[in-house]
């Protein structure tokens, strides 16, 4: 009996491989195209995340799979070798397409609101940064499977058109498309627009090793347009949110009380633009050291000439500087976040919000508490990121100026297209920058640091100083040098702007009444000049968030400060608190991200652009799967963040809703500024600190 069985068994096992081996006979093409797509698309999951493998891949296979089916409709060899090909190179291109971006930006994952920015893409891009790996082994793929694919066509046995065949094929075509609906509702399922918190425990990595690059995007599209609905909510929930607490006086509240104010967010500008640093910096300034070249004394005369404007700022009494600042940002982002103090999830504001009100913008509350004016400056285009609108209808701003004003007043013919030079916006607009005759807030945007960093004819200049200083020489075949050489010499041309506004303001003699903050955006990821400068390239390293520190100083008018350094963790959501705080204006507390760099409260960063959580110790973008924590770190920090990432979220989500729904509208603004009045009345206004007991 047991011997009839095995029979049996033996016989179904035959049956099934000679079923199987007479399928791949005549669908060879097919097996090598699935092999073939895997290995393009994994190609491009590893370049982007190093990881050879998908956690998620169902969607990606849903398509391979599909397209496999449809070649079962189709009569010849000849027309599945034409599907399977146009399929295959599709599918490499589409990668490209989104490993260049990914590249370009220093490691953005595609989601639905970046279709927006599908004009600035083409204007911000000087190189494409193609991945030579993806590209070689596409290559090879595609070369292998043409030659051989269209060998087989010829040799393969006659395709199975029978209707029975075609039924089948298109029972399985209907579920493979019902598991795919599934798959994707299965994926957005979570997403609840109050209540964000399970930010805090998902499976996503934040790069495309979940779902690969064409599974992702798939579910970008359909969560876009299918799942990101905000629900407005309860009405006076939100209100009483929005202005249920007010922030307190720190020891600085108030020192620069009726000062003009002055941000300058700087593209891509790092600490070792202008700073030696053999331990945070190796191969920066620090590698003429290293190599024997010079005495760290003698590099450290030499960029005091060679930047002698940052210095100034840097070194002075009266700025404070905020030593352990990060940015994980993109520059719209850091931008707006330093100007609103927030910045709601899976949207790009300049774009889908363009004619909201916004009146807690820094512009719009002080021309509702003081009636000043304020004016926006940006050697770039006027139409990048929408800012010719977006700054005048809903920040508050009075003027925009950007490169084409800037260059036409110049009359020189020349500048505009290319980086332009920080130093010729500077001079050219620092009377309207800087009105001697009433008080101002002004908002300046530079371009000279931004990337791609290679030879350019208005830096010459600058090249030819650190020549004579032997800093930074030109280094046949090492791109990485070049480009640090690049990138600091377009450093020199912005602490020329900076000297030029700070010998204006002092020959005004309004100095001594104006704050500048001095800020990054983002580190300089453009060619890696960041992870080169830094030597840092992997979380694996011990102070893997110093790769997104960057620069942030104060000045605070001509106050005898002591230059203080402040060590605590801030990040770019922490500028906009920390002006009013030192303006002395109490703010709805709840509006903010961030709080006062001279609060003991703690900051933690979540980067819309990259959809992490850090702050100095620990980066994340799950809790139960940390990408890096510092050496050292206990439980008990770990609790702490993730408290303090939950109130965070919970901020972000009502801020959805007052962006969605456009919340200050009509007599809300009045209510708002109203509400501000009452709050910022000298009888209400907190109680002005010591600066001797500043949090440092």
Request: glycine share 6%; net charge negative; proline share 3%.
């Amino acid at each position: 009996m047991e011997n009839g069985h095995s029979n049996k068994f033996l016989n179904m096992l035959k049956r099934t491989g000679k079923a199987l081996l007479a399928f791949c006979k005549v669908n060879y093409l097919m097996c090598g195209y699935i092999v073939a797509a895997i290995i393009i698309e994994l190609t491009g999951v590893a370049v982007t995340s190093d990881r050879f493998y998908m956690t998620e891949p169902w969607l990606f296979l849903s398509f391979v799979i599909l397209v496999c089916l449809i070649s079962q409709f189709l009569p010849g060899h000849k027309s599945r070798y034409a599907l399977f090909m146009v399929a295959l190179t599709a599918n490499f291109i589409f990668d490209m397409i989104f490993i260049v971006v990914y590249d370009s930006t220093g490691g953005t994952v595609f989601d639905y609101a970046m279709i927006n920015l599908r004009n600035d893409a083409i204007t911000i891009l000087e190189t494409i940064p193609f991945s030579f790996t993806h590209l070689f082994v596409s290559a090879v793929i595609m070369a292998v499977y043409g030659t051989l694919g269209f060998k087989f066509t010829k040799i393969m046995p006659k395709p199975n058109v029978a209707r029975s065949s075609v039924i089948t094929t298109a029972a399985l075509t209907a579920l493979t498309l019902s598991t795919n609906i599934m798959t994707v509702y299965i994926s957005n399922e979570h997403y609840d627009s109050n209540d964000l918190k399970y930010k805090l425990y998902q499976n996503e990595t934040g790069t495309y090793s979940n779902k690969g690059i064409v599974g992702n995007f798939y579910n970008e599209l359909v969560r876009g347009m299918l799942f990101s609905k905000i629900d407005y909510g309860d009405e006076n929930e939100l209100k009483s949110f929005i202005y249920g607490k007010t922030t307190e006086p720190t020891p600085l509240t108030g020192i620069a009380d009726g000062y003009n104010v002055v941000t300058i967010l700087c593209e891509s500008f790092e600490w070792f633009t202008f700073l030696y640093d053999e331990v945070d910096f190796p191969n920066g300034f620090a590698k003429t050291v290293s190599n024997g070249e010079m005495t760290d004394a003698e590099v450290k005369q030499k960029l005091r000439e060679l930047y002698p404007n940052f210095y100034r700022f840097y070194e002075s009494d009266s700025t404070v500087v905020l030593n352990n600042s990060h940015s994980l940002e993109k520059t719209d982002i850091s931008e707006n976040k330093s100007m609103l103090g927030n910045y709601p999830l899976f949207q790009y504001i300049n774009y889908d919000y363009p004619d909201n009100s916004l009146p807690y913008s820094i512009p719009n509350v002080l021309k509702t508490l003081y009636g000043v004016e304020s004016n926006s400056f940006h050697n770039g285009y006027k139409t990048f990121y929408n800012r010719n609108d977006f700054h005048t209808n809903v920040l508050g701003f009075k003027s925009f100026t950007a490169a084409e004003d800037i260059y036409e007043a110049t009359q020189d013919g020349g500048g505009v297209g290319e980086r332009n030079l920080d130093s010729v916006m500077f001079d050219t607009c620092k009377q309207q920058m800087f009105p001697v005759t009433r008080r101002f807030n002004t908002y300046i945007t530079t371009i000279t640091q931004h990337g791609q960093y290679a030879y350019r004819d208005n830096l010459q200049p600058y090249y030819d100083k650190l020549d004579k200083a032997g800093l930074l020489p030109y280094v046949e075949d090492d791109a990485n040098a070049n480009a640090l050489r690049y990138y600091c010499a377009a450093g020199m041309d912005t602490d020329k702007a900076i000297g030029i506004m700070l010998d204006y303001l002092e020959a005004n003699d309004i100095a001594d009444n104006t704050i500048i903050t001095l800020f990054g955006d983002h580190n300089a990821y453009y060619q890696g000049v960041s992870n080169y400068a830094k030597g840092i390239y992997s979380s694996e390293h011990p102070a893997y968030t110093d790769l997104y520190r960057v620069p942030v100083m104060i000045k605070v008018g001509n106050a005898n400060l002591g230059n203080p350094i402040i060590n605590k963790f801030t990040c770019v959501a922490d500028i906009y608190p920390t002006v009013l705080d030192l303006l002395g204006i109490t703010m709805f507390k709840n509006l903010n991200y961030g709080v006062s760099a001279f609060s003991e409260e703690p900051s933690i960063l979540y980067s819309r652009a990259y959809d992490k959580f850090m702050t100095d110790k620990v980066y994340f973008n799950t809790l139960s799967k940390l990408i890096y924590l510092a050496p050292g770190t206990d439980e008990k920090y770990l609790g702490s963040v993730e408290r303090t990432a939950s109130a965070l979220l919970e901020k972000i989500s009502h801020v959805n809703r007052i962006f969605a729904y456009d919340y200050f509208k009509g007599n809300k603004t009045d209510e708002f500024n109203t509400r501000l009045k009452t709050i910022n009345e000298p009888s209400n206004a907190p109680i002005t600190g010591d600066k001797d007991g500043y949090y440092v």
